[in-house]
């Protein structure tokens, strides 16, 4: 088990700083949570996803 958590505390740190990501504007989690941390960015807001669509017939 202790291996198996080294292993995947590896691949969330190599996952966190090393791959960009297009949500993110290009940035790593890593850089988004800096930015997001200093009042760089602002958050975005995922609740515009739940908007439902009226249809009248």
């Known amino acids: 088990m202790e291996q198996l958590r080294i292993l995947s ?17 290009g940035l790593t989690p890593n850089q988004k949570c800096r930015l997001v941390g200093d009042g760089a960015v602002e958050t975005e807001n995922h609740n515009s996803l739940a908007k439902s669509k009226t249809v009248t017939i």
């Open 9 to 25: 505390d590896k691949w969330v740190e190599a996952y966190s700083s090393k791959h960009p990501h297009t949500s993110m504007k």
